[in-house]
């Protein structure tokens, strides 16, 4: 069973559906709105614990009644929830448009989560060096990332960065500490400075740029409809998707980032596996509307994989 910690965001989703986003000044009705508990980091670590991980998750809330409520829930997933900070001011807020073909752009305010400091994350500095993966994404300041990682490598915990919101560089003391970057074809593309692409062969070719730019070794590229890309030591391939009917691709990357946290091996030996539980979990999520009601459950899982390991 895998000790995970996650080092993330936690957003309240405010989800507007609509026909198509709108053009530079133009005006479009929203067809229905409604709120979630959600943020990269929240379902990254739901999904992690829905699969029988022990998580714990470092991060931050606000002084109101959404961060109250934000804990209870993950308490109630069995996430560890000592290390999160209530601050002054509102929990964090994104705010999701979905169309009607299941495409989703997103605008986050970042709220509580622009406060998590070094000091937060020190007072966590046994949870971490205890665990076996510490998990993060780019939605809380990168100095707390640095540090977390830092304390991860010095104990021998394997790191996983999911660089999003999309950035165009990543400070060298967190690629340094990074043992397995995992961002989607866009923010993959940002990071060397050129267009995005989902073509094998052109993901194939970058990949010295990844190695020599920013040193990272082990690259899993998400690619939506068109699965994933994985570099890992001298292992290189692509992922193939399930198809389903998509409902809302809301959270099926963090969930596709947890399932992963949650089964590879430090050694990266069972990848092949990792990927395809991992694109189970995240068809099932695809298939379902909402972040965090989205995820998948372990058993979930197992009845999607089993006619291939019958077969």
Do not use: C, W
């Not at 409809?225 to 399930?242: D, L, Q």
């Not at 092949?272 to 989205?294: D, F, W, Y």
Request: no cysteine.
């Amino acid at each position: 069973m895998k000790n995970i910690v996650v080092i993330g965001s936690l957003n309240v989703d405010v989800l507007q559906r609509i026909v198509r986003l709108p053009k530079e000044g133009e005006t479009l009705s929203i067809l229905n709105k409604s709120s979630n508990f959600g943020g990269k980091g929240a379902n990254q670590a739901v999904a992690a614990a829905r699969q029988g991980a022990i998580v714990s998750f470092i991060g931050a809330v606000g002084a109101d009644s959404e961060g109250q409520r934000f804990i209870q829930l993950l308490e109630h997933e069995g996430i560890n929830s000592q290390f999160i900070q209530t601050k002054d001011g509102s929990t964090g807020t994104a705010y999701i448009m979905l169309e009607e073909d299941g495409h989703n752009t997103i605008l986050v305010h970042g709220g509580a989560n622009a406060d998590l400091t070094v000091d937060d994350v020190e007072q966590a500095r046994l949870l971490i060096e205890n665990a076996d993966i510490v998990l993060a994404q780019l939605e809380v300041p990168r100095t707390v990332i640095a540090h977390g990682f830092a304390i991860a490598k010095a104990t021998g915990a394997m790191t996983i960065l999911n660089p999003a919101p999309v950035t165009r560089r990543i400070e060298a003391d967190i690629l340094s500490h990074t043992d397995l970057l995992i961002p989607n074809e866009t923010e993959a593309a940002a990071l060397l400075n050129l267009p995005a692409s989902t073509d094998y062969q052109t993901l194939k070719e970058r990949l010295p740029l990844y190695h020599e730019q920013l040193g990272i070794q082990n690259l899993i590229i998400t690619l939506g409809e068109a699965g994933a890309f994985f570099s890992i030591g001298r292992h290189i391939g692509p992922v193939k998707n399930f198809h389903v009917a998509v409902e809302d691709t809301t959270a099926a990357g963090d969930t596709f980032i947890g399932t992963i946290a949650t089964t590879i091996e430090p050694d990266f030996t069972n990848i092949e596996r990792t990927l395809q539980k991992a694109a189970a979990a995240a068809a099932i999520a695809v298939s379902k509307p909402g972040a965090i009601p989205s995820i998948s459950y372990q058993e979930e899982i197992a009845r999607k994989l089993a006619p291939m390991t019958m077969s």
